[in-house]
Nanobody, 123 residues
Framework: QVQLVESGGGLVQAGGSLRLSCAAS????????MGWFRQDPGKRREFVSV????????HYADSVKGRFTVTRDNAKNTVYLQMNSLKPEDTAVYYC????????????????WGQGTQVTVSS
C-alpha cells in the first residue's frame, strides 16, 4: 500500500507560480511512474503530467505544456510539479497518483492517489 500526500497548493494571482510536492511512503517509489491530475467541481478528472520511474521521460497535457514542469527525486520519494504563468483556468484540486506503465494519460490504470491539494488562481 502506497500513501501519497500532496502539498504546496494555495491562492495565487494570474501569472504567478506554485510548486506542488507529492511525498510517497509505503512502497518502492522508483518502481512507479507518477502522474498529476486535476479536477474542478462538476468536471471530470483531467490529466496534467506524468514522469517515468527513471525521471528521464515526461509527458504533458497540451493545456500546460511550456508552463508546467514535472520532476522527481527518488532519493526523497517525492515528485514535484512546478507551475508557472498560472491562469484562472488552472484552478482545481491537484492530485498525484502512481502507475505501473508509462505514459498513461487517463486516470484508469493509476493505482494509488493522494488526497489532493487546492490551487486557486485569481484573475
Amino acid at each position: 500500500q502506497v500513501q501519497l500526500v500532496e502539498s504546496g497548493g494555495g491562492l495565487v494571482q494570474a501569472g504567478g507560480s506554485l510548486r506542488l510536492s507529492c511525498a510517497a511512503s509505503g512502497g518502492t517509489f522508483s518502481n512507479y511512474a507518477m502522474g498529476w491530475f486535476r479536477q474542478d467541481p462538476g468536471k471530470r478528472r483531467e490529466f496534467v503530467s506524468v514522469i517515468k520511474w527513471s525521471g528521464d521521460l515526461t509527458h504533458y497535457a497540451d493545456s500546460v505544456k511550456g508552463r508546467f514542469t514535472v520532476t522527481r527525486d527518488n532519493a526523497k520519494n517525492t515528485v514535484y510539479l512546478q507551475m508557472n504563468s498560472l491562469k484562472p483556468e488552472d484552478t482545481a484540486v491537484y492530485y498525484c497518483a502512481t502507475a505501473n506503465a508509462y505514459p498513461l494519460i487517463t486516470s484508469q490504470g493509476y493505482q494509488y492517489w493522494g488526497q489532493g491539494t487546492q490551487v486557486t488562481v485569481s484573475s
